[in-house]
């Protein structure tokens, strides 16, 4: 098994966590991979360092697949459900500037820092990282499906 890590992460943190059927944005950073999240809190701080006037601000963690539907239906997300903000190792991020949320933070620079250190963005979704690659999705859903049901 590939991804036992991310696997064991959604079982037993997410799961049974208050949030797992929320219909509201969560931004609890514990339902994120803790590994994901520690280079998650690297990049920021490699961000600051050239920006230090502002800072990197998550403004989604975990997402339910009732949530996912409903971005789906908008056209806010282009998949259905079970993306990877449902196994907690994605993340959209703004920025915080003059202690107020904007998204005109430097998107260029800060994708830049998280490709630098092994993480993914996506072309058409700039606020957005993830863990793993995009063609490695299918292989950790089939994995974490019969991980539960093991
Ligand atoms: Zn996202």
């Known amino acids: 098994m590939k991804y036992e890590n991310i696997c064991k992460h959604f079982s037993d943190n997410i799961i049974n966590s ?6 509201k944005p969560v931004r609890n950073t514990e339902l994120l991979l803790p590994e ?3 280079i998650l809190i690297y990049c ?4 600051r360092k050239k920006y230090p006037n502002q800072n990197v601000y998550i403004t989604e963690t975990y997402r339910s ?13 282009k998949i259905r459900n079970n993306g990877m903000h449902h196994f907690g190792i994605a ?3 703004a920025f915080l500037i003059n202690d107020k949320l904007s998204y005109k933070g430097d998107y260029n620079f800060l994708r830049r ?19 793993i690659p ?17």
């Not at 697949?65 to 997300?77: D, E």
């Open 113 to 131: 820092v998280f490709k630098e250190n092994n993480l993914t963005v996506l072309d058409w979704e700039l606020g957005h990282v993830q863990f």
């Open 36 to 38: 994901f999240y520690n």
């Open 18 to 23: 208050e949030s797992y059927e929320s219909s």
């Open 65 to 77: 697949n009732v949530l996912q539907q409903k971005y789906f239906k908008t056209g806010k997300s």
């Open 91 to 93: 993340a959209d991020v």
């Open 134 to 150: 995009v063609p490695e999705q299918n292989t950790l859903r089939r994995e974490i499906n019969s991980y539960i049901n093991e």
């Open 44 to 47: 920021f701080n490699e961000y």
